[in-house]
């Protein structure tokens, strides 16, 4: 596995700042880590980007490839590869995607079906292959391992992923699992664990970076809200209609990002509780290592021959990919005799018995068992050697 030493960064911004001046902008290291870093920092300029104001309103810069299509935009990222292979004598090279979020796109339009609709959608400039699929699309054709930590889709659509498939090229997505995501992934099993019902979960948090100004834009905010919202229902397998994620953009706060979570959930004899959860964490430090790690962990997949996703991997991510493009644990939900209307039924019949204790026995759980760089921009990297009762409105997802 390539050493941390051995990494060497490069990689594209749509603004032309080196990592230096990036850092100091942002905060994110003290006086004396940056005093330390400043030097290796500002040696690494950003490459100019393919930029689209179309799938990231909310971003400002003009350091842009000045291509004319897909196709010539593709050719210019590739032609930055082979020159940062070269230039940095590394012996391998991985992309991982970190810029902006882009506007939600719906991975079900034809032209990410199969791969020669997605190649006839690159000749005609199709408008929904956004910059995150043409950098993907780029990085596999060279035969480049990819890693997606946005929301935005790159790889995780059928023509990619049969791509990367065939050509024996490893990817994992998406949506880097840092903050309260990941302390949401680690208290649902518990809470299932021991059969106390999910009603509602209210997750709000304020973040002011340039992330959260990108989040600003509603068509990225959507895309956002759907991997941090996807998770839930996946690990307490039941649909829990009243989860609300809320994010909003808050200047003052910069890279510091806070978050809150109210969990309602109903215990032992249908009584209530409450859980509350303040994680007052750093966007970038989380996100960091992890970064470090999937690049190594890519490198490593690369070298033992792992041809398209690596689901080992998912536990990085919001939304983990899969072989079959289905969600890890939506597979797990679909072993089970129940189907998702069944879960909730089911959950509702569980709760009308509570009182009535000469029912039919349940399992322990009352359902059934469920088996079940650069920090901007996308970065190449190289080294050297309980559902609410039916008939209940649902709250608002998206606020
Ligand atoms: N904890 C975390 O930081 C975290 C966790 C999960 C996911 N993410 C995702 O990672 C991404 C980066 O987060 P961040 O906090 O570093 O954001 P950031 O806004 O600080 O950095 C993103 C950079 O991407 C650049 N950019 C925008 N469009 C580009 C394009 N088409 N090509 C190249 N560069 C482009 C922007 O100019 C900006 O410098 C975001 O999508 C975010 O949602 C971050």
Redesign the pocket.
């Known amino acids: 596995m390539a050493g941390y030493v051995d990494l060497v960064f490069g990689g ?4 032309d700042d080196d990592l230096a001046l ?1 850092a100091a902008e ?1 905060g994110v290291l003290d006086a004396a880590q940056q005093l330390l870093a400043a030097p290796a920092l500002g040696r690494v300029k950003p490459w100019p ?4 104001g179309a799938f ?1 309103a909310g ?1 400002q ?1 003009g350091h842009r490839v000045s291509a004319r299509g897909h196709r010539e935009a593709i050719a210019q990222v590739q032609s930055d590869l082979d020159r940062f292979a070269l230039e940095s004598e590394v012996d391998a090279v991985v992309v991982v995607n ?4 882009e506007r939600w796109v719906d991975p079900a339009l034809p032209v990410f079906a199969d791969l020669p609709s997605f190649e006839r959608g690159l000749d005609r400039d199709g408008p929904d292959i956004g ?1 995150a699929m043409l ?1 993907a699309y780029a990085a596999l054709t060279a035969g480049v391992p990819y890693a997606n ?4 889709l790159a790889v995780d659509v059928p023509a990619l992923r049969e791509l990367a498939g065939t050509l024996g090229v490893p990817v994992a997505g998406r ?5 309260q995501t990941l302390l949401k992934t680690v208290l649902a099993p518990a809470l299932r664990a021991r059969a106390l019902t999910v009603e509602g979960w209210y997750s709000t948090n304020i973040l002011g ?3 959260g ?3 600003h834009h509603p068509a990225s905010l959507a895309s ?1 809200v759907a991997t941090k919202g996807s998770v839930l229902d996946h690990m307490l397998g039941y649909p829990v209609d009243d989860h609300v994620v809320q994010i909003t953009y808050y200047r003052p706060r910069g890279d510091d990002k806070e978050s809150w979570d109210n969990i309602d959930v109903r215990g032992f004899l249908g009584q209530r509780m409450q859980l509350k959860l303040n994680f007052l964490c750093r ?2 430090i ?2 960091a290592p992890l970064v470090l790690e999937l690049a190594r962990l890519l490198d490593l997949a690369a070298q033992r021959g792992h041809a398209g996703v690596v689901e080992p991997l998912g536990v990085f991510f919001k939304a983990p990919m899969t072989r079959d493009g289905n969600t890890l644990n939506t597979r797990c939900i679909g072993k089970s005799p129940r189907s998702r209307r069944g879960w909730a039924q089911h959950d509702q019949r569980l709760r009308q018995r509570v009182g009535r204790p000469r029912g039919r026995r349940r399992g322990r759980t009352g359902r059934p068992p469920c088996h079940g760089g650069r ?4 970065a190449p990297g190289g080294h050297r050697r309980g559902g609410a009762p039916a008939g209940r409105p649902r709250s608002d997802r998206v606020t």
């Open positions: 594209w911004d749509v603004r990036a942002h980007a393919i930029g689209s990231c971003v810069g970190l810029a902006s979020t910059p950098y930590f946005t929301p935005s949506d880097g699992k840092t903050g970076n340039r992330d100004e990108a989040l956002k966007d970038s989380l996100a920090a901007r921009g996308d």
